[in-house]
């Protein structure tokens, strides 16, 4: 059933998927680079480490996550079954948890007491802060003072967790700025301090790192799948901001040709504008957080701002693994305006009651273009990677802004 | 022969020093003036930065100098320019191309590296390019007669065999302690046994930098090294004299507070009036 696929599944021992990926940071870090690399290899090999965190994924997050069958959504778009992979009712509210219970336990397995983040939304950073109160650890956030003013809820529950938060006030402050901050402190720490990187981004090993503990998102979703449908999907929706949901719901399915996959990034205003996030349809290779991935840049390679209405998606690069699947032809990267996730988040909420993260939403966007040009006997899953509790204000404020403009 | 391994050869007026300066802080007439004063001064190397939108190496005061030019419109074809117009003056000092490995990327190293041998470069530095990635870069340069500075860290540990192992001359930058670029009271723990080991398993000259701000510094480390690199704490002189830098009237004397400063640096008598 499966055919043999000749997509690169692994990052090579320079740390590159194809041409992307690597270790471009400052030498500082490379010696502690080559020890995490050393630390998650044993870690994986280790049952006790891997028992370890299933026990955490299934008692503490509420693992699995259901695959929930949308069925007012399929019958109102009136083609392929919809069917939403649940990431949305993990603990914490979002996929992040699946990368900080597996990074925050390695942290402590390698002796490590001080973890660092960075994060956009603050969903990341909530996560992190979670991880670190559970597992005992100190932790400190960097995340952009725009972002802590847009997110003030989410900062107050990282306190409340016990969590550090730095207002970083260089270049954009946003999450391009944060992650430098937080490499910058990480290079000054790194003999005492774990960077728990929130994205499959950053130098090697990190992209690979991160998807292997956010894999469990399409492993669970595929067995979940042919139990109810005794086959696989016709096509997997995924967001892509740094991209690790996507990665974590397409790499159960990279060997299965037949099964269509498609990211969704954020077009913002539009492609056409300035105003957007499309890193893989708009932007060209580059380097940015020690990785060489597609990168949002002007033509002497200065790293341009990016804008989404969703904080999480609102990065100028994209995880080096994406950029090789783009390249390679495996993955469909296509996009959604801060419109359409609007219309989307309404849609979704009013057919299945079930409120997304603005994120989720650009998933869902595309995936109704796609399941209504399937025919029904077809299946597409959609990867729900969290819910919108976070984003009730910038849905109203989005929302009434579309009303306005069509008075 | 390329006019670093010429510099470390020659006799020195002091203790050896290498200045970074920020390319276009706070204007492109400034940066050549500087350079101009720099080579006048004697100084082994400058180091020229090319203003980045997303500096991580470094601290406060070199992203703010960045940003700074950046507003001004300076771009790495403006640093080329900067340095080929010092050359059309007559400046003899190595110049090296401090810049970030993205800009490289995007202008492409092979033409980079042509376009920065035109406009008199002696060499780069890359702070996010290490040695598992700079293989391709290094063959260009070293094929071009340019030296890609490495750089080593006290974290390096059996890393600096390997990095030092590569090299056919220019330096060594050794990173003098954790942390970004920024001026520093303290210095990496063992910071003397650190340089002495990188000496040891180098053939070529050995430069420290990271932090140092102060005469005293350079004293201390121009004993374990063959240079010592002034960035952050120049920068901040530079940024401070920023307005009376850019006035005509003013440039003199503020040129020649930053000739004072090096000279201090350096461990050079200072005049009680000097220049102008």
Known sequence: MTSRSAVQEKADERGRFGDFGGRFVPETLMNALSELEAGYREALADESFQQELRRLLAEYSGRPTPLTLAENLTRITGGARIYLKREDLNHTGAHKINNTLGQGLLAKRMGKKKLIAETGAGQHGVASATVAALLGLECRVFMGEEDVRRQRLNVFRMELLGAEVVPVTSGT??????????????????????????????PHPYPEMVKMFQRVIGDEARVQLLEREGRLPDEVVACVGGGSNAIGMFTAFLADE??????????????????????????????????????????????????????????????????????AGRVRYTIATDREALEAVRALSRAEGILPALESAHAVAEALKVAADRSTSDVVVICLSGRGDKDVESIRQGLEGMLHESD | ????????????????????????????????????????????????????????????????????????????????????????????????????????????????????????????????????ESGELDRIAQEAGLHLIPLVAPTSRERIRAIVSTRRGGFIYCVSSLGTTGMRREFADGIESFLDEVRRQSTVPVAVGFGISHPDHVKRMTEHADAAVVGSALVKRVESLGERLKQSESRPQALDEVRRFIRELSGRDVPATSGK
């Open chain 1, 258 to 327: 037949a099964v269509g996959l498609t990211g969704v990034e954020a077009a913002g205003e539009g492609v056409d504008t300035d105003r957007h996030a499309a890193t893989l349809t708009k932007g060209s290779p580059g380097v940015l957080h020690g990785s060489l991935s597609y990168l949002l840049q002007d033509e002497d390679g200065q790293v341009l701002p990016a804008h989404s209405i969703s904080a999480g998606l609102d990065y100028p690069g994209v995880g080096p693994e994406h950029a090789y699947l783009k390249e």
């Open chain 1, 173 to 202: 402050r946003t999450l391009k700025d944060a992650t430098n901050e937080a490499i910058r402190h990480w290079v000054s720490h790194v003999e005492d301090t774990f960077y728990l990187i929130g994205s499959v981004v950053g």
């Open chain 2, 1 to 132: 022969m390329n006019r670093i391994d010429h510099a470390f050869q020659r006799e020195s007026r002091g203790h050896r020093l290498i200045p970074f300066i920020t390319a276009g802080d706070p204007n492109k007439e400034t940066t050549l003036d500087l350079i101009r004063l720099l080579d006048a001064e004697g100084v082994t190397a400058i180091e020229l930065g090319v203003p980045y939108s997303d500096p991580l190496a470094d601290g406060p005061v070199i992203q703010a100098a960045s940003d700074r030019a950046l507003a001004g419109g300076m771009t790495l074809a403006g640093v080329l320019e900067l340095a080929r117009e010092a050359r059309q003056d007559g400046v003899q000092t190595p110049l090296i191309l401090f810049t970030y490995y993205n800009p490289v990327l995007r202008w492409g190293p092979a033409s980079l590296v042509k376009a920065a041998f035109d406009a008199g470069f002696d060499g780069f530095i890359i702070p996010d390019l290490p040695l598992e």
